[in-house]
């Protein structure tokens, strides 16, 4: 291109294909242009990279830029704990929509995730749909001699939970919390205990 394609203002800002490069703030680098595109090609087995540091307290962050308004960001929070972030704003920790902190635990309406995947919201829901005439499965794996739950809890403290196994017998159990009872197990040859963990007919009650 020509040497018009390329400028440099007093502050040492770079413009290409503009003559006034518009960083806000910042300092660096505009690309101006109907189709703005920027290529990092490794032309040896070297990795290419990208590298968006910040040395102070700053973030190192993406902004996404739409007509002017700023919808999403995504970078490292350097104010909370360093958590990767995905914000609704062009501030991280504001209007986050997922968090992954240090130990890859994952939050989805929360900056604040205690497990592996936390979900948060007013009215949460997960949906496992299947795109065709296939099954749609949630498998739940346990380890070896390790129990499998599906709990239900209210406000943070456990109510009823489903259990499978059982230290090795294999059974099927509901189980409630506050009576600490399995009000319900089913056994693998079929036997249903009402009040008993250990049905020894087809329907025992107890």
């Not at 700053?58 to 995504?74: E, H, K, N, Y």
């Not at 104010?79 to 972030?85: C, E, L």
Request: with cysteine; hydrophobic share 35%; charged share 20%.
């Amino acid at each position: 291109g020509s040497a018009s394609n390329l400028s440099i203002d007093p502050d040492g800002n770079v413009g290409v294909g503009t003559a006034t490069p518009n960083l806000g703030s910042a300092e660096g680098l505009h690309i101006y242009s109907s189709a703005a595109a920027m290529v990092c090609q490794s032309t040896s087995s070297a990795n290419s990279v990208l590298d968006i540091r910040a040395d102070g307290i700053g973030d190192p962050q993406i902004f996404f830029d739409l007509a002017g308004a700023t919808p999403f960001s995504i970078g490292v929070d350097n104010s909370d704990g360093d958590k990767f972030k995905i914000s609704a704003n062009y501030q991280l920790g504001t209007s986050d929509r997922l968090v992954i902190d240090s130990a890859g635990n994952v939050g989805i309406g929360t900056d604040d995730p205690s497990k592996l995947l936390e979900v948060q919201g007013s009215d949460p829901q997960i949906r496992l749909k299947s795109s065709d005439a296939t099954d749609a499965i949630i498998k739940i794996d346990a380890g070896t001699a390790k129990d499998s739950y599906l709990t239900f809890a209210q406000n943070g403290s456990s109510k009823w939970t489903v259990v499978h196994d059982l230290a090795g017998t294999d059974k099927l159990s509901i189980y409630n919390y506050a009576t600490d009872a399995h009000r319900m197990t089913f056994l693998p040859d079929g036997n249903v205990g009402i009040g008993t963990a250990s049905p020894n007919a087809l329907l025992e009650i107890n």
